[in-house]
């Protein structure tokens, strides 16, 4: 299996996942829109443990949508293997879709029914019936918080509550791996701690969750395990310490005032041991191969022209930096 | 099981998001409604204008009692002038008072004791001129049998009075009125009701293709069409749960246009709508011009790609239809190259269907090759629909 993972910047898994234990499995995965002149997804392989809490992190257009529709079986890939459950999807097509719940990013939702109607609708056309719908009907309306809302049209609710629904109706069948597509955009932070805590539930109870979104602190707080897509490649994947201490362990971000911030690039550039500066200003990040030691002379050097930097970081700070490191990009503007 | 839960969520999901569709209500059931009225009191004296009156009706029998009866009650009839002539049987003098009849010189000729194959000397006939419009056919065939039915009341009545005082029972052999049909072509016109009550009721049938195809876009453009897809269910079963609403508010709008034309364009002043006798091939059209315009409507949901586009070629391409159709504008008001045009309409097929059955009285065998029509129009375009939807479901 460890033959699965080789890629370069995996960070591996204590023990790697025995056949039986995968939820998913994709192995060199190629995928592109018709008419398109480019791969969306490029040689993505991909594997995810039966109970983990996966988050899928990429830039706007990396492909996290586009792997998630192959995964569903929405867009045929152009090339590689998905199994979900050990289950190809043109084996049992009916099977393979019960084994997943797609929340689409865009709102899944009928406007003119109210909540019940579209749990009742979707719950239906999932295949549930008779008591086992109520029931499932009930844990929807709870799991999203519109009990009271239940007999409003959907049109009527605010942004945050039609999310919630929106997820919620992909519970409904109960479905063993759950495929979340930024299911909390828009959501207040105390509605999306209430969601965070469900989904965590879920989990535990044995669920396994891939979870895309553009919240990393989100993403930092509720996963374990991350992948990163940039450009419809994978370009990391594992533990989320492993791959903070591995991506920015070699970062020190500088803050100058923005009037300098280029001219200290301009001599840092030229410094022994800095591989890397980029600059976003007022923030400069230098890629060293050793932060501690090179620090004081990197000082000592921006003294010497009269530059002071206003504040000094080392290290990992957050997956912000993680992801910055990583993609060459920021997750959202003005983050 | 499972699929039949399916279906019933289709069809569930689709009947609610129809009932709660407000602008589509109003197009699909009010403004047929509103229509109906409005053109059939407008255009009424239009279809009445070639109505000379009284009617001229042509009286041809042999001399004798019977005769001179009839005539009598025949003239009592103020909305007829009658001509009569009586002499002894002749061909010729038949043939005369059916070509003055056919070629319009006059509305009715009523020929006594024509003896003919299977027709007994008894019985009367009565040739119609096959440009009447279908109104005035109807009075003067009335007025002509209310004429008979008199003559046979009064003899009947003397009789009882003089031979059978107490027995109600005894009556005189009655003199059978024969409504000409061999011999005289020409189709009969339709009055302002029997034009306008289809004509509009199939307009708004067609046009569902723009609440159809936009709700379809809705769908696709919010997640829904991505989650549906995500689904274990079959195209098939979406595409099923799209038919039957619009086949009942279809069906529903019909009968309200119809019940409207009959029993409230006459509070209003306006002729009442004659459904014809044949219930059976009324619900045969009615369903097949139904199927039609769900079809047509599915067809153009997957072709367009935004609303505006379902709105614009909905709206377009269905009055378009319906102005070739004569729909818009009466087919006998065009000119005959147009005529044969509108031929090509789904909806004319539909209102000949229906005229057949309000004007001509044709039952079954009658409206059916424009139920062939109007059913295969519908079953090509369902297929190439269900066939497009299936490929748009599929993994791409
Ligand atoms: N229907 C489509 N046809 C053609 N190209 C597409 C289509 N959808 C997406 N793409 C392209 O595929 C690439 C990946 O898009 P995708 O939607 O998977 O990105 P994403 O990671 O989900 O982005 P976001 O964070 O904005 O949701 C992009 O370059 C996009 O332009
Ligand atoms: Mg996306």
């Not at chain 2, 014809?276 to 949901?301: C, D, E, F, K, R």
């Amino acid at each position: 299996m460890a033959a699965l993972l080789p890629r370069p910047a995996s960070v591996p898994l204590a023990r790697p996942p025995a056949e039986a234990e995968l939820a998913v499995d994709i192995q060199n995965l190629f995928g592109r829109y018709r008419r398109a002149e480019r791969d969306s997804i490029e040689d993505v392989s991909l594997v995810v443990r039966k109970g983990a809490l996966l988050g899928l992190l990429g830039p706007n257009g990396a492909g996290k949508t586009t792997l998630l529709s192959m995964l569903c079986a929405l867009m045929r890939p152009r090339s590689g293997s998905i199994t979900v459950h050990g289950l190809r999807f043109a084996e049992a097509p009916d099977a393979y879709k019960d084994l997943i719940g797609l929340a689409p990013q865009s709102l899944a939702l009928y406007p003119r029914l109210t909540a019940r109607e579209n749990l009742e609708a979707f719950g239906r056309l999932s295949g549930l019936s008779g008591a086992r719908l109520r029931e499932r009907v009930a844990f929807g309306l709870e799991f999203a918080g519109l009990q009271d809302l239940a007999h409003r049209r959907v049109e009527t609710y605010s942004g945050g509550q039609q999310r919630r629904l929106n997820l919620a109706t992909t519970l409904l069948p109960d479905p063993p791996v759950l495929v979340l597509d930024e299911p909390t955009v828009g959501i207040d932070p105390q509605s999306r701690h209430a969601i965070h805590e469900n989904l965590r539930a879920l989990n535990r109870a044995g669920k396994t969750i891939i979870y895309t979104s553009h919240y990393l602190d989100e993403v930092e707080q509720l996963c374990d395990e991350i992948a990163v897509l940039d450009g419809g490649r994978l370009i990391a994947q594992g533990a989320l310490g492993a791959l903070l201490a591995r991506f920015t362990g070699n970062r020190i971000e500088l803050r100058f005032d923005p009037r300098t911030v280029a001219a200290a690039a301009d001599i840092l550039r030229t410094m022994a041991g800095v591989e890397d500066v980029a600059l976003r200003s007022p923030l400069l990040t230098l890629v060293t191969d050793d932060p501690y030691r090179r620090l004081p002379a990197i000082l000592k050097m921006l003294a010497h022209v009269h530059i002071r930097p206003l504040s000094v970081a080392v290290g990992a700070r957050d997956l912000e930096q993680a992801f910055l490191a990583l993609t060459g990009t920021q997750l959202r503007d003005g983050s | 099981m499972r699929r039949l839960s399916q279906l019933r969520a289709a069809l569930v999901k689709e009947t609610l998001g129809l009932l709660r569709d407000k602008e589509a209500l109003l197009m699909l059931i009010v403004m047929p409604a509103v229509f109906v009225l409005i053109m059939s009191l407008a255009l009424q004296d239009t279809f009445r204008q070639t109505i000379p009156r009284p009617m001229r009706v042509i009286f041809l029998a042999g001399p004798g009692v019977g005769a001179q009866r009839l005539l009598a009650a025949l003239r009592r009839e103020h909305s007829l002038a009658v001509a009569a002539r009586i002499s002894p049987d002749d061909r010729a003098e038949r043939a005369r008072a059916r070509g003055l009849v056919r070629e319009g010189h006059a509305a009715l000729a009523v020929v006594l004791g024509v003896r003919r194959h299977g027709v007994r000397p008894r019985t009367a006939v009565l040739y119609v001129n096959p440009a009447l419009p279908a109104q005035m056919r109807a009075l003067g065939i009335s007025l002509v049998r209310r004429a008979f039915a008199r003559v046979a009341t009064d003899q009947l009545a003397s009789i009882v009075r003089r031979f059978a005082p107490h027995s109600p029972g005894v009556r005189p052999a009655p003199l059978r009125l024969v409504v000409a049909k061999g011999g005289l072509e020409g189709a009969p016109t339709p009055t302002s009701a029997q034009q306008n009550a289809p004509a509009w009721a199939l307009l708004a049938m067609f046009f569902l293709t723009v609440p159809l195809s936009v709700a379809v876009i809705k769908e696709r453009q919010q997640g829904i069409i991505t989650r549906l897809r995500a689904l274990p269910v079959p195209s098939w079963v979406l595409l099923a749960g799209k038919i039957l609403p619009y086949f009942l508010i279809n069906s529903i709008q019909l009968l309200m246009v119809l019940a409207e034309a009959m029993y409230v364009l006459p509070l209003l002043g306006g002729d009442a709508l004659t459904v014809g006798h044949a219930p059976l091939a009324l619900v045969v059209v009615a369903a097949s011009a139904n199927l039609a315009a769900i079809g047509y409507g599915l067809l153009l949901a997957t072709f367009v790609q935004s609303q505006e586009q379902a709105t614009s070629f909905g709206a377009v391409s269905v009055l378009i239809m319906a102005a070739i159709g004569g729909i818009l504008v009466p087919k006998m008001v065009m000119p005959a190259a147009m005529q044969e045009l509108s031929a090509i309409s789904p909806m004319s097929w539909g209102l000949e269907g229906f005229q057949a059955i309000f004007v001509r009285g044709d039952g079954l065998a009658g409206v059916l090759p424009d139920t062939l029509r109007l059913l295969g129009f519908g079953a090509a375009c369902l297929i190439v629909a269900a066939i497009r939807f299936h490929r748009e479901l599929r993994p791409q």
